[in-house]
């Protein structure tokens, strides 16, 4: 079992509609969760950064940790063409004070359709 | 562009060669990541750097991968005698502490033939 698992997708949505993406992870010692955006032939770039579980909003975008579960999950509001992209969710342990060692999943390939 | 800066974007060299690769992290920062993206797989942590220090480097290839950061100039991620293997997309990432958010490049896209 991979330490995180997440849907490729490839996930077809109409504008204006609300986008859920997940992961699963295995390593109950996650405890730092992110989610980057990432166009084609760009690096990722970090949307949400979120600590244990819980809730954090940021404009159209939710982020959700459910540590019980060991699932995250984010949510696009009102979605836009402009948010087509690889959706990527990663994270990484409080290993002796240090988080710096990030966990990817592979990515969800997202397309919004005007 | 105060971004994280990667050169050369694409680089293209034969099996044995070697391969160097650049990074400047953004301003302000002194924490530098090295990552590897091969084909269908998730982004993997190769090594972690601050100036002149390897700070960890567990998830680089025991032979022929280094890495530096010297006090003046970029990162260097260098790969010796390179094989089709080695092929992949190398992303740098910097921060401004060891626990804080990491940013990322547009990485470097090498391809041996």
């Known amino acids: 079992q991979k330490e995180v698992e997440q849907d490729p997708g490839p996930l077809s949505v109409p504008e204006g509609a609300i986008v859920s993406l997940n992961c699963t992870y295995s390593?109950?010692?996650?405890?730092?969760f992110m989610w980057y955006r990432q166009y084609s032939r760009k690096g990722p770039e970090l949307l949400m950064y979120?600590?244990?579980?819980g809730n954090k909003e940021d404009g159209r975008f939710t982020a959700q940790v459910d540590k019980s579960s060991k699932y995250i999950s984010l949510f696009i509001r009102d979605s836009q063409p402009s948010d087509s992209a690889t959706y990527l969710c990663?994270?990484?342990?409080?290993?002796?004070?240090?988080?710096?060692?990030?966990?990817f999943g592979k990515g969800t390939l997202l397309t919004v359709n005007p | 562009n105060a971004g994280v800066m990667q050169n050369p974007r694409h680089l293209v060299r034969r099996r044995g060669q070697e391969a160097r690769l650049r990074c400047s992290p953004m301003?302000?920062?002194?924490?530098v990541y090295w990552y590897r993206q091969l084909p269908e797989e998730g982004l993997k942590f190769m090594v972690y750097?601050?100036?002149?220090?390897?700070?960890?480097e567990s998830g680089m290839p025991k032979e022929r991968f280094s890495a530096e950061f010297p006090k003046e100039g970029p990162s260097i991620l260098r790969i010796q005698q390179v094989v089709r293997g080695d092929s992949a997309a190398y992303f740098c990432?910097?921060?401004?502490?060891?626990?804080?958010?990491?940013?990322f490049g547009d990485g470097t896209r090498l391809s041996i033939l």
């Open positions: 990432a910097s921060s401004q502490g060891r626990n804080q958010p990491q940013h």
């Open positions: 390593n109950s010692a996650f405890q730092y």
């Open positions: 979120t600590y244990s579980s």
């Open positions: 990663a994270m990484s342990e409080n290993s002796g004070g240090s988080n710096y060692k990030l966990t």
């Open positions: 301003k302000g920062h002194s924490h």
């Open positions: 750097l601050q100036k002149e220090n390897i700070i960890d």
